[in-house]
């Protein structure tokens, strides 16, 4: 069978990604990003744009951030893409065919908050290995579970290509910690909170593996929750450093406390060292007489174990560990040898980095010499075993030398004196799920001097197993201190079946009672006793043995209704000898509470047949009562809305199609009798119109699928075609699982929704001859265009020709020459103005004519025109670099340009000079600036009105104009994403445009659209 692998979807891929502790992101095969985590969004820097959809090698070679090698990792990307094969920390993400659809990365920290180029892909490995990981989704509707093929390594289990279910999941839960790890998800699940959830899990080699699941609930196309996604994380190693922290703290409680030893503290980076006045009586040395650092704690230990000394040091400080060592020093006074122990725990300052140790360091000179005596005058003890499958075994704990008797060997199923007996051969043994408590068991008794007694299992090459009981006594030397363990094994198998057995069955019982709410009774018939468990007493709202234990007391606190027919029965059935099976109601006097009580009783009989007394159970039945009275009510109100349902229902058998029952408004709808359709199917009676509808709807309902608004044709009685809206939805109906129909009418919708295209379809053509309107509009103005600037040109030019030969006459017709002029550039403008109207409504409705302009280029075409039309006009032009560049539309953005140089002339004095130069304007922004001197002095206005269309200033009236074109000019840059403002200097006025400019990275030009 193919292995089933969990593939997530968009949604799914977003919320993985999210959960993964590092950088993450999801590329196509181009490069460009699919899905990203905020890790990652935060590793671009402040004020970073969004990442989705643009190149992820131009976001790591542009980020300061990062400092990854983009080649290395853009060929580490190809090959993955070509192999499917994952890299580092590269990861194919593959379709439902096997094809490479995208690529996963991750970037895990390096811990100096940046990315080392050479060993990028290497690093990013290491840190996905050591995050043993898998994804997993959770349908909390169906039951159904997805696992990820890193979430099946996780918990070592072979992905057969079934789908995995809460059963097994829940087999490898630590059954220390099964029922809170349940509760902790169940709890998560009813709230539709954020799962995080740490549990410890059972591996196959009884060795156990915490980790942590975290997930995010996901809902369905109403809003509600659908089940759960997520992501399961191997912790194993931080709960091991969690463990050796509380060490830490133990052991430096216990060195502050010691009040006869002496406290030292070693600053790593200055060797400066600290001592306790104690410390220096304990190397024999006065208080200051040498000079502290490290050094000197060496050279005053004793010669022989110097090396040691220096190792272990250096060792803990390299490994930022606790330091911990025993070793002798020689007094410099007497020569005497002293034992001390010294042992130091690192302390880190806010990076983590280790800054120095502080420690203990205690006289263990007489320990150490009672273990020396100890050793030297061992002796062994014998004893004597009576009884059969049993052996002796001696643990000498200084040397940690074990001895075991031939017996021993063959009930640990070893060949004798084959190894050298230690903890350690012993502990391999053991069965996996005891060797972790029998270890400890051994370890804590002989650290508290106590009897060594516990079970354990050894299983046998048979595959057989042994349960085997250990016991040892400790033995102490004269002064008192243990020095060995003296003790037995004994074959305690049959003893453990006869109690695992019983044991069992209690736990069955127990466990019975417990779920049914249950409590065991006995009545003794021959005495008239009762016997009532807690439960029982509980059960009636009575205090246990508030009552005599009599056949009478079976009628506490019943409801006097019920109390006769109660007492009657079980009399009843103790006369003839048969089962008693009675309901009742119960009063709870504390409360007034009412329970319903259910007895049960086996009568039982004695040696002689005789029937001698009654065994038997009561159990509270409230709940299911209630539940009785409600699910009757549940079916009266269905009948009420079945039958009164404005829809068209019907109910069926699912195996057979057999309509049950039909409402009136089924009945009316195709206009059949009830006696007609009941235990007929669809076809009998001939309701099907299409053959097609009626085979999809018998295969969704032998799958069990539902169907929401199918449309389907049926037949009336009488031949009429119907169109209806066929829905199903499996139900219980009286005990019984059934398939219910709802058919809605929507014949006269469908012909409603006929006429609503045809409407649209008239829209349709409509909006089509509007347009071939405003495509003939636009050649007619092309064609005026044309036609009427060639005639203006020539009156305009020899109008020139007329005022240049007669500029320095005093020809009497300078008033008529001047209104020619203006009538000519009022016409010109009139038909630029309309031209460019034109124009920016095709912009408006498409942008594919825009591409890089340079701008200094554009300006100087302008000033260029400007200047052929009125020469005797001064435009200053500068500041604008060559390499500046935007992306727009050239005729508008040129169309600006004049506009602004041709309204300087207009409110300008004659003489005066007309400016235009360009700045920055912040990252990815240039200003244009045109400036000119005014005629008049400008009133106080808001300048924001003279962009207002048809608007014209107040200093307008010698001048030819429309008031369209600044409004003209602010449309085009504000379609350029620019914006242009109006401000007042000195005795002028500027106006400023501000405009977008294409990036340049590193010779790479990336336009903004």
Known sequence: MAKKTFIPDASAIDTIIDLVPHEAAVIDPHGCILHSNGLFQRGLGSGSPLSFGRNLFDIISSSPLRTINTEELSVLCRNVLETGLPSGNIRPLSSPDGAVQALVLTFPDDGAGGRTP????????????????????????????????????????????????????????????????????????????????????????????????????????????????????????????????????????????AACSGIWEWNIETDELLWSEEVWRLYGLSPGSETLNHQLCVSTVHEEDRAIVSHVIKDAVTGGRDASVEFRVKYPGDGSLHWLQSKGSPKRDADGTVVKYIGLITDITERKLAEIELIENRSRLEQALAAAKAGIWEWDLLTGRNTWSDEVWALYGLEPHSREPSFAVWAETLHPEDRDAACLSVQSASAEGREISFEYRVPRADGSMLWLLSRGQPRRDASGAIVKYLGTVIDVTEQKSLEEQLLKSKARMAFALEATKAGVWEWDLKHDQVFWSDRIWQLYGLESGSKPNNHKLCESNVLPEDREQTFGIVMQAANREIEIDIEFRVCHP?????????????????????????????????????????????????????????????????????????????????????????GRTGPDIGIHACREDY????????????????????????????????????????????????????????????NISRLEQSIADRNIQLQKEVERLHRFLSMISHEYRTPLAIMRTNLDLVKMKNKMGNFQNRQ????????????????????????????????????????????????????????????????????????????????????????????????????????????GHIMIDVGNELREPLEDVDMDLFFEKYHRGGNSSNTAGAGLGLWLVKNIVTQHEGHIALSKQASGIVVTITLPVIASLGGDRQAKP
């Open 816 to 923: 008529e020459f001047a209104k020619i002029d203006r009538s000519i550039a009022r016409l010109v403008e009139v038909l630029e103005v309309s031209i460019q109207e034109s124009r920016m409504a095709d912009r408006h409705k498409s942008v594919t004519g825009r591409h890089e302009l340079p701008l200094a280029g554009i300006i100087k075409s302008q000033v260029e025109a400007f200047s052929g039309i009125w020469k005797e006009r001064s435009v200053l032009f500068e500041n604008c670099l060559e390499d500046v560049r935007v992306y727009g539309e050239e005729s508008g953005v040129k169309f600006a340009i004049f506009n602004l140089l041709d309204n300087a002339r207009k409110y300008s004095p004659d003489e005066s000079p007309i400016s235009i130069t360009c700045r920055k304007a912040g990252p």
């Open 695 to 754: 085979q999809a709807i018998e295969m969704a309902s032998l799958k069990r699928e539902r169907i929401c608004n199918r449309q389907v044709l049926l037949h009336e009685k009488n031949g009429d075609l119907v169109d209806v809206l066929y829905s199903t939805e499996f139900i219980e109906f009286e005990g019984m699982a059934v398939m219910l129909v709802m058919m809605v009418d929507v014949t006269l919708e469908k012909m409603q929704q006929q």
């Open 590 to 678: 504390e409360d007034g509470t009412i329970h319903w009580l259910a007895c049960r009783g086996k009568p039982q009989l004695d040696a002689q047949g005789a029937l001698d007394r009654y065994v038997g159970t009561i159990m509270d039945i409230t709940d299911r009562k209630r539940l009785d009275d409600e699910l009757r009510e549940n079916e009266r109100k269905f009948r009420g809305i079945f039958d009164n349902a404005p829809i068209a229902i019907s109910i069926k058998e699912i195996d057979t199609g057999k309509i049950i029952d039909v409402n009136d408004a089924w009945l009316n709808l195709l206009g059949y009798t009830l006696v007609e359709v009941l």
């Open 118 to 257: 050479a060993d990028a892909n290497q690093n990013i490995s290491r840190a996905l290995n050591a995050a043993d990981a898998g994804t997993w989704q959770w349908n909390l509707k169906s039951g159904a579970i997805q696992w990820s093929e890193g979430l099946w390594r996780l918990f070592e289990m072979q992905n057969t290509g079934e789908p995995p279910s809460l059963a097994i999941w829940e087999e490898r839960l630590d059954p220390t910690n099964r029922d809170s790890t349940l509760q902790a998800f169940a709890a998560c699940s009813s709230s539709a909170m954020l799962m995080h959830v740490e549990y410890c899990i059972i591996l196959d080699d009884g060795s156990r593996r915490w980790v942590m699941s975290r997930g995010r609930p996901y809902h369905d196309s109403r809003g509600a929750m659908e089940g759960y996604i997520g992501i399961t994380i191997d912790i194993t190693e931080q709960k091991k450093l969690e463990a050796e922290l509380r060490d830490n703290k133990a052991r430096f409680s216990f060195a502050l406390g």
